[in-house]
């Protein structure tokens, strides 16, 4: 069974910084590309990032272009999300989702349980 | 920007048949755009429904399927149950490594 288990969410003053972690098992994690959604405070799901299976590609949405980055260690079976000069609107649930290939296209087809980022001072 | 729509709520009385769509604000969804479902309650994470257009996720009733219907995709719930109350999102692969999000469907059943 696929489990995603992600952490390092918490209270951030605007301007710095947060990494967050995401932690798989039940899969080959080095197989997959991953993923990082967002969903802030009553609104909907946003895409923030992608990774291939590798590490070698990886993707952006334009308003995390510059401030975030993705990484992942195969040997850990964990993904990051290094998240630099945070906003107030970057306050979100940030959901780690595996995507149904090593490369980042396709589809989202697993999900963790979400770890909360407040920007706020 | 390409933006991708979802009615923002719909109703269906017990037992009922209701379809969700999917679309662009500018063309057609198709199959290469991988369309994908997912059913979310308050607090919870999103569960996968459907991907590809029409394959159900592990564990999910054959009351839910999808489909494309005319420039959309669709998701159609047959028999819907009170636990069917829940917000709806689908994404679309755009390529080059995004998707996009619709803005999701708040589904009463009453």
């Known amino acids: 069974e696929v489990q995603l288990l992600e952490s390092g969410g918490g209270l951030v003053q605007p301007g710095g910084s947060l990494r967050l972690s995401c932690a798989a098992s039940g899969f080959t994690f080095s197989s997959y590309a991953m993923t990082w959604v967002r969903q802030a405070p009553g609104k909907g799901l946003k895409w923030v990032s992608g990774i291939s299976g590798s590490g070698d590609s990886t993707y952006y949405a334009d308003s995390v272009k510059g401030r975030f980055t993705i990484s992942r260690d195969n040997s850990k079976n964990t993904l990051y999300l290094q998240m630099n000069s945070l906003r107030a609107e970057d306050t979100a649930v940030y959901y780690c989702?595996?995507?149904?290939?090593?490369?980042?296209?396709?589809?989202?087809?697993?999900w963790g349980q979400g770890t909360l980022v407040t920007a706020s001072s | 920007q390409t933006v991708v729509t979802q009615e923002p709520s719909f109703s269906v009385s017990p037992g009922g048949t209701v379809t969700l769509t999917c679309g662009l604000s500018?063309?057609?969804?198709?199959?290469?755009?991988?369309p994908s479902w997912y059913q979310q309650t308050p607090g919870q994470a999103p569960r996968t429904l459907i991907y590809?257009?029409?394959t159900r996720s592990s564990g999910v009733p054959d009351r839910f399927s999808g489909s494309i219907l005319g420039n959309k995709a669709a998701l159609t719930i047959t028999g819907a149950q009170a636990d069917d109350e829940s917000d709806y999102y689908c994404v679309l692969y755009m390529g080059s490594g995004f998707w996009v999000f619709g803005g999701g469907t708040k589904l009463t059943v009453l």
């Open positions: 500018s063309g057609s969804v198709s199959t290469d755009y991988y």
């Open positions: 590809s257009t029409n």
């Open positions: 989702a595996k995507v149904r290939s090593i490369m980042v296209r396709g589809v989202l087809d697993s």
